[in-house]
Every structure is written in structure tokens, then in C-alpha cells.
């Protein structure tokens, strides 16, 4: 789903549901923000869930918490590349 938004915008075309002014990179940052936040709330629920004995059993609680784990860790590798960058920037002199 979001590679297709990354394809889409490597070759030029606007993110889908992007405005015009609006700034195609910041729209997909913050949806794959709100993915990760949304795979976090999935796995507190999942473990909440199998805690008060509630339906789910242990092996979709840790798959929730395996996802939203891994997600974090990408979101977190993006961003550190991201400030790498921008601190390269930063020292080349023009």
C-alpha cells in the first residue's frame, strides 16, 4: 500500500489525497506515523485482550507485538537516517 505512494511519488505524481501546496513527503510521514501508532494500539489490545482472559490467546498477542515492534524499529531507522542527512547538510559549505 505505501510503496505504491513511494512509487508513485519517485516518478513525480502527486501522493494520492495530497492538495494542491501540500507536501507529498509530510503526507506519507504522517500516515505511516499513524500506521505505527495504529499497529501499537492492535497489540495493546491484543495483550490486554489476552491478560483479562478475553478471547485472544498468547500467540496473536505476541504476532501484534511483533509487528508493532518491527514497525517502530523501521520508524525509527527512517528517522535516524533522515537526521543524518540533514546534519550532512548542515556541515557542507557552500
Do not use: C
Not at 31 to 55: C, F, K, P, R, W
Request: no cysteine; proline share 3%.
Amino acid at each position: 500500500m505505501q510503496t505504491a505512494a513511494i512509487a508513485s511519488m519517485a516518478a513525480g505524481a502527486p501522493a494520492p489525497g495530497a492538495q494542491d501546496g501540500a507536501s507529498p513527503f509530510g503526507d506519507l510521514l504522517k500516515t505511516a506515523v499513524s500506521g505505527v501508532d495504529q499497529l501499537q494500539q492492535q497489540a495493546a489490545n491484543a495483550v490486554t485482550g489476552m491478560l483479562e482472559g478475553s478471547g485472544a490467546d498468547i500467540h496473536e498477542a505476541m504476532i501484534a507485538t511483533q509487528k508493532a515492534d518491527m514497525a517502530f524499529e523501521l520508524t525509527l531507522a527512517v528517522r535516524n537516517k533522515a537526521v543524518a542527512a540533514y546534519q550532512q547538510v548542515m556541515g557542507m559549505q557552500f
